[in-house]
T-cell receptor, first 109, second 114 residues
Framework: GENVEQHPSTLSVQEGDSAVIKCTYS??????FPWYKQELGKGPQLIID?????GEKKDQRIAVTLNKTAKHFSLHITETQPEDSAVYFC????????FGAGTRLFVKA | ETGVTQTPRHLVMGMTNKKSLKCEQH?????MYWYKQSAKKPLELMFV???????ENNSVPSRFSPECPNSSHLFLHLHTLQPEDSALYLC?????????????FGSGTQLSVL
C-alpha cells in the first residue's frame, strides 16, 4: 500500500533560520500532498497543500515543493519564529490520507 | 476554534470501566474520523463514517465501539480497555471522504487507562 516516509524526526533551528522537512511517497499515481501542524495541546491543522500539477506553492513564510519524478515533497519555513515550534506532518491524500511519522520542530529564541 | 469540538479533554479510567468520547463538528461536513495518536504510531486511523455510514474500520479491537447518529456527531464507546490503549484520541471531519481530503481536527481526548 501507499507509504509516506518523513525526515528528520526532530529538527532544532535558531530563530530566523530556515527549516526544511522532507517526505517521500511510494505510489506514482499520488497527486495531493497536504501538510499539517500540531501545536501542544491541539489537534493537527492543515497549513498548506500542493497538487501534482504544480512544482511549488508559497504562503508567506511557508513553501512546499514537489518533485514527482523523485517522489519527494518538502516543507520550507523561512525566518523561523518561536511560534513555529510544533510537530509537522506530511501526508499523501489522493485516495485517503496517509500521514508521515511527524517532525518535531524546535525554534530557539 | 477549529469547528470540531471534543469532550472530555482528559479521561482517566480503570480497565473495567465504560466511558464514551464525544465529537461534534459545526462545519457542515459529511465525513467524520477517529484517529489514535501515540508515541508508537503518531496518527493511526481507526474509523471513518461518511454520511453516517461506517466506511472504514482499520482492524480496531471490539473494545472500541464507534457510533455516528448523524453527520455532525461521532462517539467512541470504550469498555474493558487495556493500559496500552492510553493515547490521545482525535476526531476529525472533512467535506467528503476520499480524494483530496482536507481534515479538520478537534483538540483530542487524552485517555489514561489504569
Amino acid at each position: 500500500g501507499e507509504n509516506v516516509e518523513q525526515h528528520p524526526s526532530t529538527l532544532s533551528v535558531q530563530e530566523g533560520d530556515s527549516a526544511v522537512i522532507k517526505c517521500t511517497y511510494s505510489d506514482s499515481a499520488s497527486n495531493y500532498f497536504p501538510w499539517y501542524k500540531q501545536e501542544l495541546g491541539k489537534g493537527p491543522q492543515l497549513i498548506i497543500d500542493i497538487r501534482s500539477n504544480v512544482g511549488e506553492k508559497k504562503d508567506q513564510r511557508i513553501a512546499v515543493t514537489l518533485n514527482k519524478t523523485a517522489k519527494h515533497f518538502s516543507l520550507h519555513i523561512t525566518e523561523t519564529q518561536p511560534e513555529d515550534s510544533a510537530v509537522y506532518f506530511c501526508a499523501e491524500g489522493s485516495f485517503k490520507t496517509i500521514f508521515g511519522a511527524g517532525t518535531r520542530l524546535f525554534v530557539k529564541a | 476554534e477549529t469547528g470540531v469540538t471534543q469532550t472530555p479533554r482528559h479521561l482517566v479510567m480503570g480497565m473495567t470501566n465504560k466511558k464514551s468520547l464525544k465529537c461534534e463538528q459545526h462545519l457542515g461536513h459529511n465525513a467524520m474520523y477517529w484517529y489514535k495518536q501515540s508515541a508508537k504510531k503518531p496518527l493511526e486511523l481507526m474509523f471513518v463514517y461518511n454520511f453516517k455510514e461506517q466506511t472504514e474500520n482499520n482492524s480496531v479491537p471490539s473494545r472500541f465501539s464507534p457510533e455516528c447518529p448523524n453527520s455532525s456527531h461521532l462517539f467512541l464507546h470504550l469498555h474493558t480497555l487495556q493500559p496500552e490503549d492510553s493515547a490521545l484520541y482525535l476526531c476529525a471531519s472533512s467535506q467528503d471522504q476520499g480524494a483530496d481530503e482536507k481534515l479538520f481536527f478537534g483538540s483530542g481526548t487524552q485517555l489514561s487507562v489504569l
